[in-house]
């Protein structure tokens, strides 16, 4: 019975917005993953984007915090990429920060393919927000100089403040490499202190219930690097963040039938 009891605790209190795991169960066929993936490298290839933030769906849509629409963000290069056989071809590399297998409260960088990042998507739904050329530039340098690495933090939480360093997210992550390539600098606590001034954080509207015994018994999910209400990163702030300072050429939202939604 207890172990019945601790079981459905879990399920109930794991904030539905968590979405930085890799090699998950895959939700579409193979075909339809790589069709989709291909829709997307080829709707941000004829943008002109060689570098653009891309978010994915990696819970169900309808149990996600109010105003969250993806779980999981990173920032895809246009890139050499080697196969298997030792050929080269063009394609998009995506730089992540993902949790780490079997130690949730962890995390790692790791560089993947659009279909092995949609591979476990809830929804074949992408967010492709899509910086100034300027920006694109400064974050392929950054990126080619290791800045991810350097920004790196960690320790993991799925609703980390992006306003201090004391725990990162998939989404924090990205927001600090794409800082680190504006401002040109991977000086941390610079960059914390430039979120402090000009980044608007995306409130958790969740049940307080929830985050707290979520942040008991589930890895990964704290909420001690919060003093009041709970706000994070999310691929939305960040669309909003750059178009804001007019750092935006485009942000829209691509789904699985081809349809392009403005969304910002």
């Not at 394609?91 to 079997?102: C, F, S, T, V, W």
């Not at 920006?135 to 609703?159: F, M």
């Not at 430039?194 to 979520?214: D, E, T």
């Amino acid at each position: 019975m207890k172990n019945l009891f601790t079981s459905l605790l879990l399920i109930l209190c794991l904030p539905a917005f968590a979405g930085s795991q890799s090699h998950k169960k895959s939700n579409y066929s193979t075909e339809q993953i790589v069709k989709f993936s291909k829709q997307v490298e080829n709707y941000a290839a004829k943008q002109g984007a060689r570098a653009f933030i891309i978010g994915r769906i990696g819970r169900d849509p309808k149990k996600l915090p109010k105003g969250i629409k993806f779980t999981h963000t990173a920032i895809a290069l246009y890139s050499n990429i080697t196969l298997d056989n030792g050929k080269q071809v063009k394609g998009y590399a995506i730089h992540n920060l993902y949790q780490r297998e079997g130690q949730a409260n962890k995390s790692d960088l790791a560089i993947d393919y659009p279909v092995d990042f949609f591979w476990g998507a809830k929804r074949l739904t992408a967010g492709i927000t899509i910086p100034t050329a300027a920006v694109q530039q400064r974050l392929i340098d950054a990126i080619n100089n290791g800045v991810g690495a350097k920004v790196h933090i960690p320790n993991y939480s799925v609703i980390s403040n992006p306003m201090n360093k004391q725990f990162q997210n998939c989404t924090e992550h990205t927001l600090l490499v794409l800082n680190a390539a504006i401002y040109q600098t991977t000086d941390l606590d610079r960059l914390y202190e430039n979120n402090n001034n000009y980044f608007k954080a995306q409130k958790v509207r969740i049940s307080p219930l929830k985050l707290l015994l979520g942040s008991a018994f589930v890895k990964g999910v704290t909420t001690r690097d919060h003093k009041s209400a709970i706000k994070t990163t999310t691929y939305t702030s960040i669309a909003k963040y750059l178009k804001d300072y007019g750092l935006l050429h485009k942000s829209v939202i691509l789904d699985i039938d081809g349809n392009v939604n403005q969304h910002i």
